[in-house]
C-alpha cells in the first residue's frame, strides 16, 4: 500500500479521500484516521484542514496562481477603463460590482458582457481596441495586492517554481505585476492570448507542467472562481480556492479544494 502524507493538517481528525474505498476500511496515517463512508459534511469540515494529498516525500512540483482575485484587487482599475469605453458609446457607467460579476474570461468576453447586444462587430472590434489601450493605462492606478501575498510570494519563490496563469492579456497582466514589485517571483505569466486556448482549457497548466517536465497534477493551482474549479478539474489539478477573491463561495461549497481564509495557510500548507 501506497504511503500518503496529508497536507497542511491542523485540526481534523477523519477525512474521507476521494477514493474507492471499501466500506468500513480504515487508513491510519501520522494519527489522521481516513475511512470510507464519511458524509460528504465531514469532509466539507475538512477540506481547510487537510486539503492535499501527495505520495510520501513529495510536494507539488510548482504553484500556479490566478491574477485578478487571487493575488491582486484589480476591481476598480477593469471598471474605469469599462466605463470610459462605454462613454466614448455614449452609455452610462455601470457599477463597480456590476463590472466585477462580469470578470473571469479575458478582456473579449468582459467587454462583450459590457456593451449592448446591439454594438456591431465593427464596433465591438473598436471598442476592445480602445479599452485595452485604456486599461494598460490605468491598470495600476488602484489595483493593489491583497494583504500578505507579497510577503506569501517571497517566501514561496526559493521553494518552488511560480507561474501567473490568467485571462487577462499577457501584457496586461506583466504590466500589474511588474508595478506592484511581483514579477520577480514569477517563472513566467500566462495570459489569455499566450496560447490559443485560455482557462478553463487546461492547456495552460499543461503548458506549465511540461515546461518543468512533470504532468498537470504534480502542480497545485491558487484561485478564487469557477473558472479557476473548472480548470484545475480539467487537467486533474489540485486546487486552492482563496476565500478573498471575486468568486461566489455559495456556487463553489460543494468543489473539493484547499480553502484558504489568507495566504499565510498557503504557506503553512507547503512549508
Sequence with gaps: MSTVVVVGYERCRTLRLGLPLALGFTLRIQGVRIAGGESAAARRRCQAAAPLWYPAGVRPAGVVFDLDGTLVDSRRDLATAVNATRQRLALRPLQLEEVVAMVGEGARVLLRRALPATVTEEDFETALGLFLDL??????????????????????????????????????????????????????????????????????????????????????????????????????TPLALVAWGYGRPAELADVPAWRLAEPRELLAGLA
Design 135 to 236: 486599461y494598460l493605462e490605468c491598470c495600476v492606478d488602484t489595483t493593489q495586492p491583497y494583504p500578505g501575498i507579497a510577503d506569501l510570494l517571497r517566501a514561496l519563490a526559493p521553494r518552488y517554481p511560480l507561474f501567473v496563469l490568467t485571462n487577462k492579456p499577457g501584457r496586461h497582466s506583466r504590466r500589474i505585476l511588474d508595478g506592484l514589485g511581483l514579477g520577480e517571483f514569477f517563472v513566467a505569466v500566462i495570459g489569455g492570448d499566450t496560447l490559443p486556448a485560455r482557462k478553463p482549457d487546461p492547456a495552460g497548466l499543461h503548458a506549465i507542467a511540461g515546461r518543468l517536465g512533470t504532468t498537470a497534477p504534480r502542480l497545485l493551482l491558487v484561485g478564487d472562481s469557477g473558472i479557476d474549479a473548472n480548470t484545475a478539474a480539467a487537467a486533474g
